[in-house]
């Protein structure tokens, strides 16, 4: 409840976390060792983890609107959201981001993600497991970084990354510019960073409810150099408003890849049809029961 939550003060803030100010945003910057921020109502602010931070940063039990996580470029602590419900504010926030956006390992468990440019924005060997993210594109010129989730490649074969058992929805209203609020790609893998070398992406509900709210549900972007090695994408459940394949639908398909992708897809269903969908969008008839 949101009685319940702290607001945040510099007294109340456990050691290695600080309330920084500044014209028009106040921000709590992360510096400390396994620094974890517990039942706060984040409303307004931006949780900043910077280079200094180590450890691994816990945001968890919070809540609130005009939300920002982020770090920094070279910020190394593993950052962990857990539990939390987390509102981007809608059009108003800043197009050019995603509610959280990090340059670090991060793990995304349990948390509603809502309402902003983007939801998730992280390196290969990120982690999101058990979420509910709606509600992206939001913004006051319309569009934004519109992907739920966006993940970017690395530049080695360790990181392995994991999305799976969330629910992922474009919701079925338009902004006050007219476009669809909508997911772009609900889950999008870019070789913007690099090579993807294991991936997994199974268990997860997307649906496009809208005309223009999506493309493609689930995609890897890479070119040039990069490939995307080891991925397996399985026991997805997907669904647009007037089906795949429709001009009018604003989902092209359940899925796609660009550039060099090794990937294999079982058992994905389109639900409106109860069809099993291949990595190609070809469809056909289950041959046993459903996963």
């Known amino acids: ?79 962990d959201v857990q539990y939390c419900t987390l509102d981007g504010g809608g059009p108003t926030m800043d197009p050019n981001y995603q509610l959280i956006k990090v340059w670090t390992p991060l793990t995304v468990e349990y948390s509603s993600i809502a309402h902003a440019p983007g939801g998730i924005y992280a390196p290969a060997g990120a982690t999101v497991l058990y979420n509910v993210i709606e509600g992206m594109g939001l ?33 079925a209203t338009r902004d006050s510019a007219g476009f669809p609020i909508g997911l772009g790609a609900a889950i999008g893998l870019f070789g913007d960073g690099g090579s993807f070398y294991s991936s997994t992406v199974a268990n997860n509900t997307m649906i496009s409810a809208l005309p223009g709210a999506a493309s493609y549900l689930m995609g890897y972007y890479v070119g040039g150099s990069e490939v995307a090695t080891g991925g397996n994408v399985h026991d997805n459940f997907v669904a647009s408003l007037n089906g795949f394949n429709n001009a009018n639908s604003g989902a092209f398909g359940a899925f796609t890849s660009s550039g060099n992708v090794q990937a294999t897809y079982t058992n994905n269903v389109d639900m409106s049809k109860g069809m099993i969908v291949d990595g190609n969008n070809v469809e056909t008839a289950p041959t046993g029961s459903l996963p």
């Open 1 to 79: 409840r949101s009685s319940d939550l702290k607001v945040p003060t510099a007294g109340n803030l456990p050691p290695g976390a600080s309330l920084q100010h500044g014209a028009g945003w106040t921000a709590i910057y992360v510096d400390g060792n396994n620094v974890k921020l517990d039942g706060y109502d984040l409303t307004g602010l931006t949780v900043m983890i910077n280079d200094g931070a180590s450890g691994t940063v816990t945001i968890s039990n919070c809540a609130g609107t005009n939300v920002n996580i982020r770090s920094t470029v070279g910020a190394t602590a593993n950052v």
């Open 139 to 171: 913004s006051l010129s319309g569009g934004g970084h519109a992907n739920a989730i966006y993940i970017t490649g690395g530049d080695t074969s360790s990181p392995s990354t994991t999305i799976a058992y969330n629910t992922i929805y474009s919701e």
